[in-house]
Structures are given as C-alpha cells and as structure tokens.
T-cell receptor, first 115, second 111 residues
Framework: GEEVAQTPKHLVRGEGQKAKLYCAPI?????VFWYQQVLKNEFKFLIS????????ETGMPKERFSAKCLPNSPCSLEIQATKLEDSAVYFC?????????????FGEGSRLTVL | SQQGEEDPQALSIQEGENATMNCSYK?????LQWYRQNSGRGLVHLIL?????REKHSGRLRVTLDTSKKSSSLLITASRAADTASYFC???????????FGAGTTVTVRA
C-alpha cells in the first residue's frame, strides 16, 4: 500500500501479559524501523530490518522484546511479560532502498497501555 | 541516547508570524532531517539537508545547517493554524545506520 499501516491502534494489557503489534510497510520499501515514543517526547530507536533480515537491533531490550519481518506477512513487534514502563506509542516506519537513513515514512502508531 | 536537542521546547505565535526553532547535536552527521508530528499522529518528513549543504528551502520552510556549530534551524514563515504541531530534528551519523531524534519543539499557532 501507499501508507505504513499499523495495528492495533490501541492495546491495553495487564502487567505481565504479552503484547503484539503489527506493521505493514509501504510496498517496495526495503527498510523497516520500530521506534518507541514515551510521553510525546523522545523517539527511542528499537530495531531495524532490511527486508526480512535484522539490520540493527541495538535499541531492543532483548530479554522481553522481539521482532520479525517475514516475507509476505506484516512485520511484528512482540513484548513478553509487559511492564508498566512499556506503556508508550510504538511507531513503525519504512524507507525505500536508498539506505536506512533517508526519509522515513511513519505509520500512525500503536498505543500500548500497561496497567 | 538522544543526539539532537531542540530549542525552545515550546513556542506560541500569532498566525502570520514566523516560527524559528533550533536543533543542536553532539557528533558529526551525514544528514539532518526535520519531521512534524500532529497531535496523536505519526511523524511526517519535512526536509532533509546533507552535511555539505548550508541551506535548503521547501515552500514556507527554510532549514539551515552549521556543521561547525553542530546546529540546525527550521524557520516556518507566515505561519498558519495548521502548522500547530511538534517538530523534531533527526540526525544520522557515520557508521550508525539509524536516525536519532531530539525531544521536539511544540509549536502553537494562535488564530
């Protein structure tokens, strides 16, 4: 499609539950990024993919967070055993194949609330 | 960690006035980009300026880059109510293939 599509828009989980977010990048874009935005401020980089391969995962809290981008499926970001501090808006972005640091096209975000 | 820091944190202006916000960063960069975020929405790309460029224009937007001072400015001329949003700068550094965002400047344009 012509837009980055993220689902669900809102997700509420009790502490300790699992949360899974999905992202369909723009067709033809090679790179996918996940960012976390807490309190409308800083965008924290989590992970990036080049096609289905992890490109940079230096921002991922690996003990509870995992992500995948499989062929012919939406990309996903999964949080096992959510904590209160995971409450945030999670943004997915994609970019065309000029490299991972060109213009990013963002989705509308998925708001995760952990109670 | 944050690479860019915007200044001011918040800005309130009258419609028709110009809005200027600044971004400072810490290490050498390849490119600097500016994005806009309307309330409750995703980021929208505004403009990209390369490290060897000093100024760039796009419609009512003017961006400058001073690599010696490690700073950039975004000027919005003749502001409109629809310019009300948060504005973020983002940088990418050599051998670090991701964008690092600042904390943003919230701009309110009063009618």
């Amino acid at each position: 499609g012509e837009e980055v599509a993220q689902t669900p828009k809102h997700l509420v989980r009790g502490e300790g539950q699992k949360a899974k977010l999905y992202c369909a990048p723009i067709k033809g874009h090679s790179y996918v990024f996940w960012y976390q935005q807490v309190l409308k401020n800083e965008f924290k980089f989590l992970i990036s993919f080049q096609n289905e391969n992890v490109f940079d995962e230096t921002g991922m809290p690996k003990e509870r967070f995992s992500a995948k981008c499989l062929p012919n499926s939406p990309c996903s970001l999964e949080i096992q055993a959510t904590k209160l501090e995971d409450s945030a808006v999670y943004f997915c972005a994609s970019s065309p194949g000029q490299g991972p640091t060109g213009e990013l096209f963002f989705g509308e975000g998925s708001r995760l609330t952990v109670l | 960690s944050q690479q860019g820091e915007e200044d001011p944190q918040a800005l309130s202006i009258q419609e028709g006035e110009n809005a200027t916000m600044n971004c400072s960063y810490k290490t050498s960069i390849n490119n600097l980009q500016w994005y806009r975020q309307n309330s409750g929405r995703g980021l929208v790309h505004l403009i990209l300026i390369r490290s060897n460029e000093r100024e760039k224009h796009s419609g009512r937007l003017r961006v400058t880059l001073d690599t010696s001072k490690k700073s950039s400015s975004l000027l919005i001329t003749a502001s409109r109510a629809a310019d009300t949003a948060s504005y973020f700068c983002a940088t990418d550094r050599s051998n670090d293939y991701k964008l690092s965002f600042g904390a943003g400047t919230t701009v309110t344009v009063r009618a």
